[in-house]
Protein backbone atom coordinates (compact mmCIF):
# COMPACT_ATOMS: atom_id res chain seq x y z
CA UNK A 1 0.00 0.00 0.00
CA UNK A 2 1.22 3.71 -0.57
CA UNK A 3 2.84 5.22 1.83
CA UNK A 4 3.28 9.16 3.29
CA UNK A 5 5.93 10.05 5.19
CA UNK A 6 6.03 13.00 7.47
CA UNK A 7 8.24 14.87 9.89
CA UNK A 8 7.07 14.16 13.44
CA UNK A 9 7.77 17.88 14.03
CA UNK A 10 8.36 21.13 12.72
CA UNK A 11 9.41 24.20 15.10
CA UNK A 12 9.17 27.98 13.79
CA UNK A 13 9.56 31.68 15.20
CA UNK A 14 6.38 34.21 15.00
CA UNK A 15 6.45 35.57 11.50
CA UNK A 16 8.51 33.35 10.01
CA UNK A 17 8.22 30.47 7.45
CA UNK A 18 7.30 27.32 7.97
CA UNK A 19 7.90 24.14 5.78
CA UNK A 20 6.07 20.89 6.63
CA UNK A 21 6.78 18.29 3.45
CA UNK A 22 5.12 15.24 2.89
CA UNK A 23 7.20 12.06 1.17
CA UNK A 24 5.75 9.14 -1.03
CA UNK A 25 7.11 7.14 -4.43
CA UNK A 26 6.67 9.62 -7.20
CA UNK A 27 3.83 11.81 -5.06
CA UNK A 28 4.27 14.69 -7.97
CA UNK A 29 2.10 12.08 -9.51
CA UNK A 30 -0.61 12.47 -7.15
CA UNK A 31 -3.18 15.40 -5.58
CA UNK A 32 -2.07 15.76 -2.44
CA UNK A 33 -4.23 17.82 0.34
CA UNK A 34 -3.47 19.23 3.72
CA UNK A 35 -5.46 19.38 6.31
CA UNK A 36 -4.97 21.29 9.80
CA UNK A 37 -5.86 20.03 13.24
CA UNK A 38 -5.94 21.96 16.31
CA UNK A 39 -5.94 20.12 19.90
CA UNK A 40 -9.37 18.64 20.64
CA UNK A 41 -10.95 19.98 17.16
CA UNK A 42 -11.82 18.21 13.51
CA UNK A 43 -9.58 18.14 11.01
CA UNK A 44 -9.72 21.53 8.45
CA UNK A 45 -8.93 21.03 4.70
CA UNK A 46 -5.93 23.80 4.47
CA UNK A 47 -5.20 22.90 0.62
CA UNK A 48 -6.36 20.42 -1.97
CA UNK A 49 -5.21 19.63 -5.20
CA UNK A 50 -1.93 20.31 -4.48
CA UNK A 51 -1.55 24.10 -3.97
CA UNK A 52 -5.29 25.21 -4.13
CA UNK A 53 -7.20 26.50 -0.81
CA UNK A 54 -11.06 26.70 -0.28
CA UNK A 55 -12.54 29.18 0.72
CA UNK A 56 -11.56 30.94 3.98
CA UNK A 57 -8.34 29.80 3.87
CA UNK A 58 -5.57 32.32 4.19
CA UNK A 59 -3.02 33.23 1.41
CA UNK A 60 -0.55 32.22 4.00
CA UNK A 61 -1.12 28.81 3.49
CA UNK A 62 -0.30 27.42 -0.10
CA UNK A 63 0.97 23.96 -1.62
CA UNK A 64 3.30 22.54 -3.73
CA UNK A 65 4.13 19.15 -5.07
CA UNK A 66 7.09 17.53 -7.53
CA UNK A 67 8.78 14.28 -7.83
CA UNK A 68 9.11 12.31 -3.82
CA UNK A 69 7.64 15.58 -2.18
CA UNK A 70 5.13 17.59 -1.52
CA UNK A 71 4.98 20.83 0.68
CA UNK A 72 2.52 22.97 2.84
CA UNK A 73 4.03 26.20 3.63
CA UNK A 74 2.68 28.37 5.82
CA UNK A 75 4.18 32.09 5.60
CA UNK A 76 4.24 35.09 8.30
CA UNK A 77 3.27 32.13 10.59
CA UNK A 78 0.95 32.70 13.39
CA UNK A 79 0.88 31.50 17.09
CA UNK A 80 -3.39 30.60 16.11
CA UNK A 81 -1.24 28.55 13.27
CA UNK A 82 0.36 25.95 15.96
CA UNK A 83 -1.37 22.64 14.79
CA UNK A 84 -1.15 19.19 13.40
CA UNK A 85 -0.50 19.30 9.72
CA UNK A 86 -1.94 16.38 7.77
CA UNK A 87 -1.07 14.97 4.16
CA UNK A 88 -3.24 13.27 2.10
CA UNK A 89 -3.54 11.44 -1.20
CA UNK A 90 -5.83 9.13 -3.22
CA UNK A 91 -4.18 6.17 -4.20
CA UNK A 92 -6.17 5.03 -7.27
CA UNK A 93 -4.23 1.79 -7.50
CA UNK A 94 -6.20 0.53 -4.37
CA UNK A 95 -9.12 2.54 -4.07
CA UNK A 96 -8.05 3.72 -1.01
CA UNK A 97 -7.17 6.87 0.86
CA UNK A 98 -3.86 8.01 2.45
CA UNK A 99 -3.38 10.32 5.60
CA UNK A 100 0.64 10.70 6.47
CA UNK A 101 1.15 10.26 10.02
CA UNK A 102 1.26 14.37 10.75
CA UNK A 103 3.49 16.83 11.77
CA UNK A 104 3.24 19.12 14.86
CA UNK A 105 3.95 22.57 13.93
CA UNK A 106 5.17 24.64 17.06
CA UNK A 107 5.39 28.31 17.06
CA UNK A 108 8.17 29.23 19.71
CA UNK B 1 -23.99 26.10 6.97
CA UNK B 2 -22.59 22.23 6.62
CA UNK B 3 -23.18 20.73 9.51
CA UNK B 4 -22.50 16.68 10.25
CA UNK B 5 -23.39 15.41 13.51
CA UNK B 6 -21.92 11.60 14.43
CA UNK B 7 -23.30 9.60 17.14
CA UNK B 8 -23.63 6.50 18.34
CA UNK B 9 -19.73 6.30 19.86
CA UNK B 10 -19.70 4.75 23.60
CA UNK B 11 -17.58 1.80 25.54
CA UNK B 12 -17.95 -1.68 24.11
CA UNK B 13 -16.42 -5.09 24.99
CA UNK B 14 -13.53 -6.64 22.21
CA UNK B 15 -15.74 -8.69 20.29
CA UNK B 16 -18.71 -6.61 19.94
CA UNK B 17 -20.45 -4.59 18.14
CA UNK B 18 -21.76 -0.57 17.58
CA UNK B 19 -23.56 1.10 14.99
CA UNK B 20 -22.61 4.84 14.24
CA UNK B 21 -24.61 7.34 12.78
CA UNK B 22 -23.56 10.56 11.06
CA UNK B 23 -26.01 13.18 10.24
CA UNK B 24 -26.23 15.79 7.69
CA UNK B 25 -27.84 19.39 7.77
CA UNK B 26 -26.79 22.47 5.54
CA UNK B 27 -26.33 21.13 2.20
CA UNK B 28 -27.81 18.44 -0.43
CA UNK B 29 -26.64 15.25 1.79
CA UNK B 30 -27.87 13.13 -1.58
CA UNK B 31 -25.05 14.80 -3.87
CA UNK B 32 -22.38 14.32 -1.71
CA UNK B 33 -20.02 11.40 -1.54
CA UNK B 34 -19.19 10.34 1.91
CA UNK B 35 -16.28 9.17 4.09
CA UNK B 36 -15.36 7.83 7.38
CA UNK B 37 -12.07 8.86 9.26
CA UNK B 38 -10.56 7.41 12.53
CA UNK B 39 -8.48 8.73 14.87
CA UNK B 40 -7.00 6.40 17.83
CA UNK B 41 -5.83 8.78 20.72
CA UNK B 42 -2.45 10.44 19.90
CA UNK B 43 -2.29 9.36 16.85
CA UNK B 44 -2.52 10.14 13.22
CA UNK B 45 -5.90 10.54 10.39
CA UNK B 46 -6.86 6.69 9.50
CA UNK B 47 -9.29 6.84 6.30
CA UNK B 48 -11.80 3.62 6.61
CA UNK B 49 -14.06 3.65 4.21
CA UNK B 50 -16.59 5.64 1.50
CA UNK B 51 -19.09 5.42 0.06
CA UNK B 52 -20.93 6.57 -3.64
CA UNK B 53 -23.86 9.02 -3.36
CA UNK B 54 -25.54 6.34 -4.72
CA UNK B 55 -24.31 3.31 -2.31
CA UNK B 56 -22.79 1.57 -5.66
CA UNK B 57 -19.21 2.26 -4.81
CA UNK B 58 -17.86 1.21 -1.31
CA UNK B 59 -14.19 1.14 -0.41
CA UNK B 60 -12.78 0.06 2.86
CA UNK B 61 -9.55 0.30 4.32
CA UNK B 62 -7.83 -3.35 4.74
CA UNK B 63 -7.68 -2.83 8.49
CA UNK B 64 -12.04 -2.90 8.62
CA UNK B 65 -12.52 -4.60 5.82
CA UNK B 66 -14.98 -7.82 6.37
CA UNK B 67 -15.66 -6.19 9.87
CA UNK B 68 -17.23 -2.53 9.06
CA UNK B 69 -19.88 -1.70 6.72
CA UNK B 70 -20.63 1.51 5.24
CA UNK B 71 -24.28 2.42 4.34
CA UNK B 72 -26.12 5.69 3.82
CA UNK B 73 -29.68 6.70 3.70
CA UNK B 74 -30.35 9.76 1.56
CA UNK B 75 -34.14 9.92 2.53
CA UNK B 76 -32.83 10.30 6.17
CA UNK B 77 -29.42 12.71 5.28
CA UNK B 78 -27.65 10.06 7.41
CA UNK B 79 -24.41 8.03 7.33
CA UNK B 80 -23.87 4.58 9.03
CA UNK B 81 -21.05 2.76 9.49
CA UNK B 82 -22.16 -0.76 11.22
CA UNK B 83 -19.11 -1.94 13.21
CA UNK B 84 -18.54 -5.85 14.46
CA UNK B 85 -15.56 -8.32 15.89
CA UNK B 86 -14.67 -4.67 17.14
CA UNK B 87 -10.74 -5.00 18.92
CA UNK B 88 -8.87 -2.84 21.33
CA UNK B 89 -7.28 -1.02 18.22
CA UNK B 90 -10.48 0.30 16.51
CA UNK B 91 -10.75 2.55 19.48
CA UNK B 92 -10.65 5.85 18.24
CA UNK B 93 -12.73 9.44 17.40
CA UNK B 94 -14.80 8.64 14.16
CA UNK B 95 -15.19 11.24 12.01
CA UNK B 96 -17.48 11.58 8.97
CA UNK B 97 -16.64 14.06 6.59
CA UNK B 98 -17.74 15.11 2.94
CA UNK B 99 -15.81 14.52 -0.44
CA UNK B 100 -14.67 18.03 -1.16
CA UNK B 101 -17.25 19.74 -4.27
CA UNK B 102 -16.91 23.14 -5.53
CA UNK B 103 -19.02 24.70 -8.80
CA UNK B 104 -19.78 21.02 -9.92
CA UNK B 105 -16.11 20.14 -9.81
CA UNK B 106 -15.40 17.34 -7.28
CA UNK B 107 -11.99 16.50 -5.79
CA UNK B 108 -10.95 13.41 -3.56
CA UNK B 109 -9.89 15.74 -0.79
CA UNK B 110 -12.50 15.73 2.56
CA UNK B 111 -13.98 19.45 2.96
CA UNK B 112 -16.30 19.39 5.85
CA UNK B 113 -16.02 17.23 9.05
CA UNK B 114 -18.03 16.56 11.90
CA UNK B 115 -16.61 16.69 15.72
CA UNK B 116 -16.45 13.04 15.77
CA UNK B 117 -17.64 10.15 17.77
CA UNK B 118 -15.31 8.29 20.60
CA UNK B 119 -15.22 4.90 19.99
CA UNK B 120 -13.76 2.96 23.52
CA UNK B 121 -12.89 -0.59 23.09
CA UNK B 122 -12.13 -2.72 26.06
CA UNK B 123 -13.32 -5.17 28.77
Known amino acids: SYVLTQPPSVSVAPGQTARVTCGGN??????VHWYQQRPGQAPVLVVYDDSDRPSGIPERFSGSNSGNTATLTISRVEAGDEADYSC???????????FGGGTKLTVL | EVQLVESGGTLVQPGGSLRLSCTAS????????MTWVRQAPGKGLEWISFISMNSITIYYADSVKGRFTISRDNAKNSLYLEMNSLRAEDTAIYYC????????????????WGQGTLVTVSS
Open chain 1, 26 to 31: NIGNKR
Open chain 2, 97 to 112: ATLSCTNGVCYDSFDS
Open chain 2, 26 to 33: GFTFSSYE
Open chain 1, 88 to 98: QVWDRSSGHWV
